[in-house]
């Protein structure tokens, strides 16, 4: 029997970036993770973040991108949704950590006397702290990969980077490695790839006292043995061990790729591992399929946070994944709310190219009535709709205007003057209150009404969806509503809460108060994402669309 791992002998992975942001540690973190676990290893993934909020959840998402919200109902970084797509690894909230939560943990010890008669400071306090929520996440797991955000250089992230320098001399050397990820630009001009980025960033980590172990070279050319050399000698990094990550066309092709280059070789290499060949084969499947469409759909996204695509991680990965599934590529067609909203006629145009319209959750009043109309379009067109969390409110203020007579509903969140405000605060929600971590957050259980399109994705009748909001369906108007052909086909189990709603006559129209791209993977992927594209397939096909 395999002995079951604990703290002592689990193995720690490092990962920091340099040159600039936005390289993939993300990708290049869980897709290291997929390797390992491919090959027999249990494993999990952490982030922690150098920023002084305790979490992200109080962030624009211009700022930030998406809060990925996980089952417990912490609201963290956007790379534990690629942990979570590209592993079984589930995260929690010790998953992610922040300089603001160490900070503020710190700070209260303090105020409670815990390090009476000392001073206290960033070392060794700090990074005391730091290194007891790595360690913490090895009870279990054969390797913890642990991404640092930042780039080396910021002085934000220096508390991070001692605190796992340290840990160096705390781990049994066989057991602990760093892997720094650069970039490897390419000169159009003398047709050349240059290693200088690469050198100073390395150097810039033996400044703080980390010499790299693993090299992953972001490049959009193949690297030769001459540069390899060049990259190995200048940064104290075996040849073996300097790993270009090439440009793919598809981030799932990231863990096979890097495999083709022999991560996984080094990685057990270098943590005394056996030397396990990695099944990726679920990968190459994945890849094959999105390689070679049978064909092609549409869908408007109706939002209003698109100057960053990565407000919508998730959502664009689930879309994508029932694409996978149904052996078609997905387009998206970004709409802005408020200019559907200003000049509607140019939006709906845009929308009258979509095969399906989605409505994705968000904050505030801004194109709110873009979204509504959005609704109204594909209601009354018999477009396959999609409302998720904001995008169900949309969709039942939309049906209580255009179906219900009840021409001034609207949500409290946008106008508390309206005589109907059929989505309105939840009891147990106070508006003067704290901000950060208040809402209805983490996964709760609906119970599916049979005869509906929820159940025919979901084929269950309990499912189990992680929510973000504060904003419920009005219970004094379900009556009224039902009555009025709005079909509720999910519901909390004790009855109180709506959780889906549905139109019947109707090729399919579904929203949820949750958000199912949470849980969406490429070899997982969400139903009601399954179900969706297969619908706007449907009415691709009989559009006559090739
Ligand atoms: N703003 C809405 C609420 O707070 C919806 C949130 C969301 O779409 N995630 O209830």
Redesign the pocket.
Known sequence: MKKKSSRKNAKFIFVTGGVLSSLGKGIAAASMGSILESAGLKITLMKLDPYINVDPGTMSPFQHGEVFVTDDGAETDLDLGHYERFTKASMRRQNNITSGRIFNDVIQKERRGEYLGATVQVIPHITDEIKKHILNLASGNDVVICEIGGTVGDIESLPFLEAIRQLRFEIKPNNLLYVHLTLVPYMEASDELKTKPTQHSVQKLREIGIQPDILLCRTQRKLNKEIKRKISMFSNVEEAAVIPAMDVKSIYQVPSSLQKEGLSRVLQRKLGLPVVDPDLGVWDKINETVDNPKGEVTIGVVGKYLGLKDSYKSLVEALTHGGIHNQVKVNLNWVDSETLEQASEKGLQTLKKCDGVLVP????ERGIEGKILAVNYARLNKVPYFG???GM?CAVIEFARGVGKLDRANSA?FSKKSPHLIIDLMSDQDEKGDKGGT?RLGEYPCVIRKNSFAYRAYGNREVHERH????EFNNKYRLQLEEAGLKISGISPNGNLVEIVELEDHPWFLAGQF?PEFKSSPREPHPLFHNFIAATMKYRSSNDKP
């Open positions: 959750g968000g904050f505030g998720i969390c904001l409110h969140e809402m973000r909001h504060r904003y958000h």
